[in-house]
């Protein structure tokens, strides 16, 4: 994978983009050559933009909403504390994170309360399939927070009971991580702890419910807050309501957020389209926003009433065990983008999607990054799959707060943006879910306030939703003197318009179906 570094105009910083390349698995990775950066924004449409005109109203009216650093980021496993390719100097995967900003970091998932042991003092574990983590680890793990500006919540194992280890290892990241350390989750979803078919199977017997998890939660929260009183708290990390309620309603101190997990795809079984099953045309229907709405808004009116922030601590296309191909495809990529900017929108302040650090061949497809080395073995360098590369297109909008933007027509078709600099500067997200198999693009019309014009636009797309690893970006570039546009004032027989033919805030341009577009716009 070719990585190169540009500016953004409007970004928060120098952020890595991959340039005119297609992320997925790669067979060679030697190449060193690099193409010049083109000097203007250049979509690659598969045909002619024979889809649905669409008229987008952006607004520099702010709502109570914003994007925040923290709505990009990344899951893994707790007991890959232990892979020390976490190590900055060890492998690249400092120069991916730094790709999405400075995003949230989780560890946590099933390996928590299944494989991983902690020790500070030497110990081995009975027994010999569990992952020791030690407290150089953590050291790693603060190496790489430092390299990448990144944040940090942190599992404590819950499933074996036993508070004064629990209690050892949250004091150690306390002390190590410090202020990057924003959480502590006391084990992972604990309303899943009697299921028998997760790797290493049940870790409570059938009595296990909401009022033996709070007990235990409060044990290990009280020897925690023994020893650093001002540690952070968050739970339940679980995705039902009940749970929810019995975190909040814990007699835990230092309760810090209310963490949901949930993926939008679930239903294992089902090739229902629409549906939740795993599809990739469920990954773009509009039905997928209902659903995350709905669900979402279960964790967000629990957080609400107990006055906590909401955080989606594991989430991700699909939780469906097996190289599951929905999450291989472009329309991961613009679900991705949709999925994170209309959450954000519905007040999640903190999001991380779950990923390991396995091959790209036979690991898991929902993975942000997967390893190029055959199945089995391991490299030093990482790679990103397509909804990485949409989310890196998310880095323009950190620190802005969303703004009223509508559009009308345009098919499957969302926009989000973003007022930054002191109202100087917007940051507008279009993501075109029609299928390029079926259309090149889409003629569209961009009001934009008063005073403001385009500066550039950068692009992830793709042949169409379906296609498999071929997800491919354009990077930022300035709009050229004339763009393509097919709508009905096309000012030629070729469809070319100049934004400078139209009134000044508003730019008629065709985009590209089967991707996701950021417009940077500037105010003198």
Excluded at 126 to 154: C, F, H, W, Y
Excluded at 349 to 357: D, I, K, N, T
């Amino acid at each position: 994978m070719l990585i190169k570094r540009a500016v953004m105009t409007g970004s928060v910083a120098m952020v890595l983009i991959l340039s005119g390349c297609i992320l997925g698995p790669s067979r060679d990775d030697s190449s060193t050559e690099t193409s010049p950066a083109p000097t203007a924004f250049e979509q690659e449409p598969s045909s002619d933009a024979a889809g649905k005109a669409a008229n987008i109203s952006v607004s520099d009216k702010k709502t109570s909403k914003a994007f925040r650093a923290d709505n990009i980021g990344l899951s893994l496993e707790s007991t890959t504390l232990a892979d020390t390719r976490l190590e900055p100097s060890a492998s690249n995967l400092d120069d991916l994170l730094n790709s999405m900003g400075s995003p949230a970091l989780r560890f946590g998932g099933n390996e928590l309360d299944r494989r991983l042991f902690w020790t500070s003092t030497g110990e081995s574990p009975d027994n010999s399939e569990q992952i020791v983590v030690t407290p150089d680890d953590l050291k790693r793990l603060k190496k790489l927070v430092d390299a990448t500006g990144s944040t940090v919540t942190m599992g404590i194992p819950l499933g074996t009971y036993d508070p004064k280890r629990g209690a050892d290892m949250a004091v150690h990241a306390v002390d190590i991580l410090g202020d990057s350390l924003e959480g502590l989750a006391i084990g992972n979803e604990p309303n899943g702890y009697t299921i028998e078919d997760v790797p290493n199977g049940a870790v409570r017997g059938d009595g296990w419910n909401e009022a033996k998890y709070v007990e235990q939660l409060e044990t290990y929260a009280k020897a925690i807050h023994a020893k650093r009183p001002d540690a952070p708290i968050i739970g339940p990390d679980v995705y039902d309501g009940a749970w929810m309620d019995a975190f909040t309603g814990s007699n835990v101190k230092q309760k810090t957020a209310l963490s949901q997990h949930w993926y939008q795809l679930y239903e294992c079984d089902s090739e229902k389209v629409p549906g939740r099953g795993p599809e990739p045309q469920n990954l773009v229907d509009p039905s997928a926003k209902q659903s995350a709405k709905k669900i979402l808004g279960i964790g967000k009116s629990k957080a609400d009433a107990a006055g906590l922030p909401l955080w989606l601590e594991e989430t991700g296309p699909t939780s469906c065990p097996g190289t599951n191909d929905a999450s291989l495809t472009n329309a991961s990529a613009l679900w991705a983008a949709d999925y994170t900017l209309y959450a954000a929108t519905l007040g999640v302040e903190r999001m991380a999607m779950h990923s390991m650090l396995g091959a790209c061949n036979g690991g898991a497809p929902m993975s942000l990054v997967c390893d190029p080395a055959d199945h089995g073995q391991s490299s030093n360098t990482f790679q990103g799959r397509p909804h990485m590369a949409a989310m890196r297109l998310l880095v323009p909008s950190v620190g802005g707060t969303f703004t009223k933007t509508s559009v009308k027509g345009g098919g499957n078709m969302s926009v989000y943006t973003v007022s930054k600099d002191s109202g100087t500067t917007l940051v507008t997200t279009v993501i075109n879910a029609n299928d390029a198999a079926e259309s090149g693009g889409n003629p569209v019309t961009l009001d934009m306030p008063k005073g403001f014009s385009v500066e550039g636009a950068t692009q992830v797309y793709g042949p169409s939703n379906e296609a498999k690893s071929a997800t491919s970006v354009i990077p930022y570039n300035p709009l050229p003197k004339k763009v393509p546009y097919s709508g009905p004032t096309a000012t030629s027989s070729t469809g070319a318009s100049s934004a400078s033919d139209a009134d000044d805030s508003e730019l008629k341009m065709d985009i590209a179906a089967s991707s996701v577009t950021v417009f940077i716009m500037k105010k003198p």
